[in-house]
Nanobody, 121 residues
């Protein structure tokens, strides 16, 4: 599967952005999907993930209550709604897919190119 993340940009602190991750192919619903981010000088970290059917999602503590992940299997697309953005959310955001159930970066099978989110103070 090929993944393409989009929707990044520059936003002021407290603002909102919606990222999209579009997948190619007809098997999108087979994949556990995740969002990850990497800030300059830091390791890539888990942001959140969603199960195949979309009925269950999990979030990093740093974004819980502010970010929401959803997916539309009919459109082969996953979303990341980001609210109450903080300067520390500044990073390149990546989407990834896994045929298994893990959200560890090392277990993800496919990665999209990232989209940059910059939050100004």
């Amino acid at each position: 599967v090929q993944l393409q993340a989009s929707g990044g940009g520059l936003v002021q602190a407290g603002g909102s952005l919606r990222l999209s991750c579009e997948a190619s192919g007809r098997t999108f619903s087979r994949y556990t999907m995740g969002w990850f981010r990497q800030a300059p000088g830091k390791e890539r970290e888990f942001v959140g993930g969603i199960r195949r059917s979309g009925d269950s999602a999990n979030y990093a503590d740093s974004v819980k209550g502010r970010f929401t992940i959803s997916r539309d299997n009919a459109k082969n697309t996953m979303y990341l709604e980001m609210n109450s953005l903080k300067p520390e959310d500044t990073a390149v955001y990546y989407c990834a897919a896994n045929l298994g159930n893990s959200w560890y970066p090392r277990d993800m099978n496919y990665w999209g190119k990232g989209t940059l989110v910059t939050v100004s103070s």
